[in-house]
């Protein structure tokens, strides 16, 4: 939700090994369209957006013909943010502090690839 953060995110992406972006979104809504048109195998989804938040654009996409893996980020503890992943069924939550290139590898592995 903030063009900065969306810039550090490409940068972890573009950092790490395999992975490469396809698109970018502001919004929940902007996320659901996006995903429909270029159909990615990962999302990284923050929480808080406008409009549509990312637990329901999370929801939406998992409900899809091709429901990609979503790793949701925020900067709400842990514990909170595993009660986001139980409500919108996104693999995995991960702050936004944490989030790296070698974690996004590691999260990968573990729950999508």
């Known amino acids: 939700d903030q063009a900065a953060y969306l810039r550090a995110m490409f940068s972890v992406v573009k950092e790490a090994p395999g992975f490469v972006v396809v698109g970018e979104a502001m919004s929940g809504e902007e ?3 996006l995903a429909a048109r270029v159909v990615p195998d990962l999302v990284l989804m923050d929480v808080n957006l406008p ?11 998992r409900a899809g013909d091709y429901p990609p893996g979503v790793l949701l980020l925020s900067t709400y503890d842990e514990d909170v943010g595993w009660q986001f992943v139980a409500e919108s069924g996104a693999a995995a939550y991960m702050t936004k502090s944490a989030f790296g290139p070698d974690l996004l590898l590691d999260f990968w592995l573990a729950t999508v690839g």
């Open 51 to 61: 409009g549509i938040d990312g637990v329901q654009a999370t929801r939406l996409l």
């Open 31 to 33: 996320a659901i369209v």
